[in-house]
């Protein structure tokens, strides 16, 4: 019965480190030929991504915009209690964490009149 428990242990116990395997790379660049935004395109490909996916951001716009959309990629998709690696500079800016599955809902307060 005892080796039976460790037996069970020691199998799902793969699944756990396996979780974190996977990489869902997104690219943010500025669309010279199209209006189209490029953070949106970005948010479409991360919602597409799966819990415990090691989300790996690189944006090659301003440094201010890209210190925006990052913070907001941060905020919104990455797991708290993991490693979050950021890296924002004049040229590219790079963004790696583990993505929590869902967004995060944006809370919305009530305006006091």
């Not at 915009?65 to 941060?74: E, M």
Request: glycine share 0%.
């Amino acid at each position: 019965m005892r080796s039976t428990i460790w037996t069970f242990l020691f199998i799902f116990s793969f699944n756990v480190y396996a979780e974190f395997d996977t990489k869902c790379s997104v690219l943010i660049t500025k669309r010279l030929q199209s209006s189209e935004d490029a953070y949106k395109d970005a948010l479409v490909k991360i919602n597409s991504c799966n819990k415990y996916d090691i989300l790996s951001v690189t944006s090659f716009l301003e440094e201010p915009i890209s210190k925006v959309y990052i913070t907001d990629l941060i905020q919104t998709y990455c797991m708290f209690d993991h490693q979050i690696i950021t890296l924002i500079d004049t040229n590219t800016s790079n963004m790696s964490c583990v993505h929590r599955g869902q967004a995060r809902i944006e809370r919305k307060f009530n305006s006091i009149q």
